[in-house]
């Protein structure tokens, strides 16, 4: 008589009861439910015991056992990369750990491996399961157990060895590296290691386990060895069950382990509810200590569901292999299967009833496809059909959400009939009866698929407890008085089955709390379930014994099983098992990479197998990678912003892919380059990443005067150049003061730069090049070659010092000055934007540098005033009686800062330029002919000395000069820190605080709007009638009607319009350009006078530009051939 379940008080309000059958309907709710997975699906596969990482270790546990390692390290850092490290360290601290017996009053008082020293040291280990442990043990135990297992091989190993080194250790089947040191429980106990085995064993006899016999009331004695399977109380999935059940038996054949399984806990209920009992063994199991979890070699092995990927290992596949894709090769897949296909044949017994149930069905099913003998000789085709909705998702993408349509399971069983019975040939006719007497038989955890329109006819694979349709389960309650045809079970729900409902069958909707009910079921709850398992059971066995194909979704477990059932000959070689999910071809019958997928998620798709890979490379390799990953990582994260958070009122930023680094490179390879391609592709004003630093260029006019001429509380020059400045100037000068002192310190320095000054320099400029030539060796002679940069520096630092410092400090530059200012001006390099406090040795250099020729310039101020000094003319006297505001002097240690920025200020700038100069004449001789001749056409034949006033009967000289610093300024990047947001006019743009301005004179120099074929070098086009004319020299009639403005250090140009700002333009302006023009056009004079050059090739060609220090220069060597002029005054 079929069971009568009263649920009434089932807690589910969807579910409703249809007695006397049993109807529960699932909540939409559930499709998004966590729970544990369902009856005829799960998570289980063997890919799972194939890629799964190796379990995270703990401490094996020692005797006295271990302090627990405090939760707050264990919250942040992964125990096993941490014991990978720290155990060759412990290795060499226990070396002198000398027991010769462990304790037996040490023991752990929980399931643990123990290690062993003896007196000689030699270390072993077994498991200690404590006596009168419950058992099974729980999960976590078993957990726990597996992982201090791997932990100690490997300690074991280390410190065995004494190398310090762990090897990978495994602790499954089948390999050739069974662990010699392990020592069994018994021999453990016999060794007096482990306490003898308890004379009482009534936790044995209660717990008796499935398949355990007991004859005539004496226990069999105990099996040699045994592999006892723990079904898991919590796992809703009875196919993944099975399907490891299966594989642990053959395993157990294959090691002739006596099979034992213990369904105490199994949330199935008994496991000879559904099925018969295993095969018998002629022995006992052991007493329940000695069944361990762990290791392989133990004689006793236990086994549950959440251990068998530990303890199987990678086992499964035959041999071990360190490459992923070879452990899916047809040969290990086969080897999984045949394992699984063992356990199938000697456990898959229905009960009793159902099995005669499903005898009888596949028997009449087998019946009808029959065709008589006279109708045709051969029988029809069953094709079994068997759809999982619930929890289970398919492998192909584009149902990843869904599930495969009913249409294709339709037109997959229609093609395998007609590629069958395709009416060609002879026999024709009997094609179509035998296509007649084909059935399809369904099975599905969804009663609604039964009604599908596809699969019209189709006949349910078992109604002996059967899933009803909705429709069905709305039928009026049937006359209990009449007799109706039976069925033991009818269950119903839409959807499919999800694991939520299997955990909610029979549940009194009074009871809230899930979990505890997941543990103590009620009899109610495991008679359902039981109906359950056995259900999918019979679904099974008649699809697999009464189909001769059979079409299913790899997705599902049950679709797995049935291919076991059916047999690899069958399902595999044959192809009778047709797979339709995920593209798999028929012979895949274990999914690679979409089960993974499917499972795992696609980050561990790519972090499973590659976290193996990584955890086998050395240490260097893993850093490697860990920083590959990490840049990986940044560089995607910095893009995606680049795309996703565009800030509308900043101007654009120049696409990059590194973070910090930004455009730094490309900017700093070749800066006006970067600015004119980034102006084409972004427009005048834009943003780019200079190590790591916002900084927005803002080019041609308008952009030169919004930040030159940026009002003092917008934009700070200080802030940027300080780092550098101050330790080479040293203290309380330039920019380590307020802007006002600054400005008054330029006007210092600008009223001692009068036109008196420049007449008495002409003469002095003009007799240190002469001397100069005369003296370098590079120089003499008739012709030569001359690498000419490192001639013009010395040119540059020998006149500068003398016409500005005085004769006593150019004289020592002939002794240790020249070293000193080279020390200083290393302090200059880029990289101490960054590195300027670093304790390097240049900067070591630099700042003893600072020190000394400070003391030099004060020493000298001291006997100035000393002598009692007066009517000097030279830039220190000036500075020496200046005061600032309020009356107050200078100090001496300011003044001789200043005399220092000075030097440098105009050092760089000065020499790159009449470096260009020169090497622009090279490529020019015609040029130089030109000059040669207006110095002999405006001051006469014999060429007479240089006075300051000559220079104005020599334009070309000025054009020179000009002309080079269009294309070569030196100062390519001028930069200001912004202090408050600064709306660009005319835009929507507002630069923020965050960010550094830059502008960058040189572009509108070089642009063609204002200068005709802005790249050719062409000192004429200053002439007012060139055709190359600049546009500010044809629109500027009076240079006087620029506007001019006062910072406080006298009338300068604003530069507000003007395309061509070589000494930049505001109160941060050049006031040394006058000096400078003055230094180069006399020194420019001299060699125009005794020398011809040309390049050392004759070509035109110029050499390039070397941006890596601040100021930019020609690349050296930068040689020219010179030759002596006739009538050479050297
Ligand atoms: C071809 C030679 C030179 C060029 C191209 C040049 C260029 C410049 C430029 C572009 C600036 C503006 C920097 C800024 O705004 O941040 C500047 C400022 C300055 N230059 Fe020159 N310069 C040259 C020679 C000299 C000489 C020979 C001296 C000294 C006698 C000198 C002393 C200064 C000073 C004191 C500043 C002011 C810095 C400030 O106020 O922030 N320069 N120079």
Known sequence: MPPTLDLGRTRHSKMIISPPRINLRRAASYHYDKGPLSATSSRFNFDHLMFSPPPSPGLPSLSPPPRKPSKGFAGYVRPRRVVRYILPVLGFLSRPYDHSLVSRADLPDHP?????????????????????????????????????????????????????????????????????????????????????????????????????????????????????????????????????????????????????????????????????????????????????????????????????????????????????????????????????????????????????????????????????????????????????????????????????????????????????????????????????????????????????????????????IKLAAKQEMKQPELDRNVMHKFHDEAFGWEGGFFSAMFWNLGQSSSSADVEAYKKRPSADAIRLRSLVGRAYMMDLAVLADASDVVICTVSAVGCRLLAVMMGWESAVEKGNWVNIDGGHPRLQFFPSTPLLFSNMGVLQVVGGPLSQQFSQLGTFSQIGVAVASFLFVAVAINVLQQFLFKKPNEPPLVFHWFPLIGSTITYGMDPPRFFKENREKYGDCFTFILLGKKTTVYVGPKGNDFILNGKIRDVNAEEIYTVLTTPVFGKDVVYDCPNSKLMEQKKFMKIALTTEAFRQYVPIISDEVTSYLKR????????????????????????????????????????????????????????????????LPWNNRRDYAQRTVAKIYMDTIKERRARGETGAQDIMWHLMNSTYKGDIPVPDHEVAHMMIALLMAGQHSSSSTSSWIMLRLASRPDIMEDLYNEQVKNLGADLPPLTYEDFAKLPLHAAIVKETLRLHAPIHSIMRAVKTPMPVPGTKYVIPTDHVLLAAPGVSATDESYFPQPDLWEPHRWEKDSPLAPTIVRNVQNEDDDEKIDYGYGLVSKGANSPYLPFGAGRHRCIGEQFASVQLQTILAIIVRNFKFRNVDGSDKVIGTDYASLFSRPLEPAKIYWERREGCQL
Not at 340 to 359: E, I, P, Q, T
Not at 779 to 807: C, E, N, R, Y
Request: net charge negative.
């Open 112 to 464: 643990a491996p123990i290690l062993l020293t003896d007196s000689r040291g030699r270390t072993s280990w077994t498991v200690s399961i404590p006596q009168g442990s419950k058992f099974p043990l729980t999960a976590e135990q078993f957990a726990d157990v597996c992982e201090k297992c791997r932990e100690t091989v490997a300690r074991v190993q280390q410190m065995r060895s004494q190398k310090g080194s762990i090897q990978q250790t495994y602790l499954g089947f089948l390999f050739d590296t069974t662990d010699s040191h392990f020592v069994d429980v018994k021999e453990a106990q016999q060794a007096g290691y482990l306490p003898a085995a308890p004379g009482d064993r009534s936790q044995d006899a209660v717990n008796t386990l499935v398949g355990e016999t007991v004859e005539g009331g004496i226990p069999k004695p105990v099996c040699e060895k045994s592999l006892t399977f723990v079904l898991e109380s919590d796992d809703a999935g009875l196919g993944k069950t099975l399907m490891m059940l299966w594989t642990a038996y053959g395993l157990a054949q294959k090691e002739g382990r006596a099979f034992f399984i213990d369904d105490s806990r199994w949330g199935y209920g008994k496991y000879m509810d559904i099925f018969q009992a295993p095969p018998r063994e002629d022995c006992g199991p052991p007493p329940r200590h000695e069944m361990l979890p762990c290791p392989l070699e133990a004689r006793h092995l236990v086994v549950s569901t959440w251990t068998a990927i530990d303890v199987f290992g990678e086992t499964l596949v035959g041999a071990p292999s360190d490459d992923p894709l070879k452990r899916l090769e047809p040969v290990a897949q086969k080897n999984m299967f045949n394992l699984a296909r063992l356990g199938h044949d000697a456990l898959f017994r229905l009960n009793k009833d159902d099995n005669v149930y499903v005898d009888n069905r596949v028997r009449d099913l087998m019946a009808r496809r029959i065709v008589p003998k006279t109708k045709g000789k051969q029988n029809g085709l069953a094709i079994g059909i068997h759809v999982r909705r619930g929890d289970r998702h398919p492998f192909e993408f584009q149902y990843r959400s869904s599930y495969v349509p009913i249409n294709i399971y339709a037109e997959t069983a229609r093609e395998i009939l007609e590629d069958k019975f395709n009416h060609t040939g002879p026999h024709g006719a009997e094609d179509a009866v035998a296509k007649k007497h084909s059935l399809m038989i369904l099975a599905s955890d969804d009663p609604m698929i039964y009604q599908a329109s596809e699969l019209k006819g189709a006949t349910l694979a078992q109604e002996r």
């Open 776 to 839: 370098t060796a590079d120089f003499k002679g008739k012709s030569g070659i001359v690498d000419i940069p490192p001639k013009m520096a010395q040119i540059t630092i020998f006149t500068a010092s003398h016409a500005l410092q005085g004769k006593e400090i150019r004289d020592k530059f002939d002794e240790k000055l020249a070293d000193l200012y080279h020390d200083l001006d290393m302090g200059f390099s880029p990289i101490n934007f960054m590195l300027h406090w670093a304790p």
